[in-house]
């Protein structure tokens, strides 16, 4: 073997290995992510651990799971952001009490739209795809992966407030949480009265039958 020869085969080879590394890195779901991603993964890891507990698992725990599950979410939900952007134009109409109030009643209604749905996590998939930013604007992609291989995708949409990162809307299988409730919302206040949402809002949330506010649908079932 010459000289020449040994040294091309040389190059080619660290030019396969640096190839191969690059592509395990830019695998889907491994670790070359931003900040965001890593803050709405750990978030994530700990609402799994909590509903993994078994100490928590009992009906006798409900309360308590719930409890830890609400101030896991609210660390990295912004939801005085995600009232505001469902309000839209509204929101300036609003007081300062008004608002105040409508963020807690809109977490409440959110709490009670998906709290279900978070505790009927059996041991699905969740695979983080990419990260795209703009400034302090941030969309973590990920998507679950049911047991009959049902794909969900859902994307976390971000804002930075100093080195966090806040969750101001979340997009699932398409659907924005935030347009969706816009939607709703604008359609009560232009057809009746902000007094009027509150009061349907409130009926939501304390589960009355037949109150008009929903969540979006999962096309997967």
Same mark, same amino acid.
Request: charged share 30%; glycine share 6%; aromatic share 10%.
């Given at each position: 073997?010459? $000289?020449?020869? +040994?040294?091309?085969?040389? /190059?080619?080879?660290?030019? %396969?290995?640096?190839?191969? *590394?690059?592509?395990?890195?830019?695998?889907?779901?491994?670790?070359?992510?931003?900040?965001?991603?890593?803050?709405?993964?750990?978030?994530?890891?700990? *609402?799994?651990?909590?509903?993994?507990?078994?100490?928590?698992? +009992?009906?006798?725990?409900?309360?308590?799971?719930?409890?830890?599950? /609400?101030?896991? %979410?609210?660390? /990295?939900?912004?939801?005085? #952001?995600?009232?505001?952007?469902?309000?839209?134009?509204?929101? &300036?109409?609003?007081?300062?009490?008004?608002?105040?109030?409508?963020?807690?009643?809109?977490?409440?209604?959110?709490?009670?739209? !998906?709290?279900?749905?978070?505790?009927?996590?059996?041991?699905?998939?969740?695979?983080?795809? #990419?990260?795209?930013?703009?400034? &302090? !604007?941030? #969309? %973590?992609?990920?998507?679950?992966?049911?047991?009959?291989?049902?794909?969900?995708?859902?994307?976390?949409?971000?804002?930075?407030?100093?080195?966090?990162?806040? %969750?101001?809307?979340?997009?699932?299988?398409?659907?924005?949480?935030? &347009? &969706?409730?816009?939607?709703?919302? +604008?359609?009560?206040?232009?057809?009746? +009265? !902000?007094?009027?949402? *509150?009061?349907?809002?409130?009926?939501?949330?304390?589960?009355?039958?037949?109150? #008009?506010?929903? $969540?979006?649908?999962?096309? *997967? /079932?």
């Amino acid at each position: 073997m010459t $000289a020449k020869y +040994s040294d091309v085969r040389c /190059r080619w080879k660290t030019l %396969v290995l640096v190839g191969a *590394v690059v592509g395990i890195l830019w695998t889907p779901g491994l670790s070359l992510a931003g900040s965001a991603t890593d803050q709405v993964k750990g978030t994530v890891d700990q *609402v799994l651990k909590i509903l993994t507990d078994p100490a928590l698992k +009992s009906a006798q725990k409900t309360k308590e799971r719930r409890a830890k599950l /609400r101030k896991t %979410v609210l660390e /990295r939900f912004d939801f005085s #952001e995600m009232s505001k952007r469902s309000m839209g134009l509204y929101w &300036n109409e609003r007081t300062s009490e008004e608002r105040t109030k409508f963020v807690g009643l809109f977490t409440d209604l959110l709490e009670r739209a !998906y709290i279900d749905r978070v505790e009927g996590y059996t041991g699905e998939q969740i695979l983080y795809l #990419e990260e795209t930013a703009d400034g &302090n !604007y941030s #969309e %973590v992609r990920t998507k679950i992966v049911t047991k009959r291989n049902q794909e969900i995708p859902i994307y976390y949409r971000l804002q930075k407030a100093d080195a966090k990162w806040e %969750v101001y809307d979340i997009v699932v299988e398409g659907v924005s949480l935030v &347009n &969706n409730y816009r939607t709703q919302f +604008s359609k009560i206040i232009r057809t009746s +009265s !902000y007094q009027d949402l *509150v009061k349907k809002m409130q009926a939501k949330v304390e589960g009355e039958e037949g109150a #008009e506010i929903g $969540a979006p649908k999962s096309k *997967v /079932r």
